[in-house]
């Protein structure tokens, strides 16, 4: 049964990922936002995510397409590329400022806060969030060793939810395939000429003979 209350959901898309990964399921993002509905007034659910932009082809685009399209609001911005001390070619893409910026603009119009990520990054956001008089219900897990969430923001947290107990609710069918818009057929490229986006950004690169 629905409540009055108001609900807002962040999703950090990498930490998300590398979560489920480590729990070994994926999430099935129709069935997390028709839970979130039916138990509470969902305002709105963003989803994060940073993005190689000059990619032919990025393994994470149909995804996002598809939450665009199906109730999210998802908020994107270019993967950063720098080279490190010992001369390789890194890539970095930080969405916390985002996340952030759009938590504090709701804080008025929520009373409950749900935060998918174990970020110890987010602990200062739901300690102002929780000033501002907003519930703050943290999602990841304890049951991988380590933990993938830091003990300061589980500790932060007015609830703690182990994402591990929510397989079954919100959990995508082994079978299924992940979503992807109807009519787009991804261009193809040779594993060796991908960048390993699963590696850097949790984000999972399809099989070149995977249909």
Not at 17 to 22: F, P, S
Not at 35 to 58: G, K, N, P, V, W
Not at 113 to 133: H, I, K, P, T, Y
Request: one cysteine or more.
């Amino acid at each position: 049964m629905q409540s009055n209350q108001r609900c807002a959901v962040f999703i950090d898309g990498a930490n998300l990922y590398a979560t489920t990964k480590a729990l070994g399921f994926d999430i099935d993002y129709k069935k997390l936002l028709k839970d979130f509905q039916s138990r509470e007034t969902l305002i709105r659910a963003f989803y994060y995510t940073a993005m190689i932009e000059d990619q032919e082809y990025s393994s994470i685009r149909p995804l996002v397409d598809w939450l665009d399209y199906n109730g999210y609001r998802v908020v994107t911005k270019p993967v950063r590329e720098f080279t490190d001390a010992a001369g390789r070619r890194r890539f970095k893409g930080n969405m916390d400022i985002e996340l952030a910026i759009d938590a504090f603009e709701l804080a008025p119009r929520i009373d409950h806060m749900v935060l998918f990520s174990g970020d110890g990054d987010f602990r200062s956001l739901v300690e102002a969030m929780q000033r501002r008089g907003v519930r703050v219900t943290v999602i990841s897990t304890i049951q991988t060793q380590p933990a993938m969430i830091s003990d300061e923001l589980r500790r932060q947290a007015d609830e703690f939810v182990d994402l591990s107990t929510l397989a079954s609710r919100i959990g995508r069918d082994p079978g299924e395939r992940p979503p992807r818009p109807a009519g787009e057929t991804p261009t193809r490229h040779r594993a060796e000429t991908r960048p390993n986006l699963e590696n850097r950004y949790g984000i999972r690169q399809p099989d070149p003979d995977e249909e």
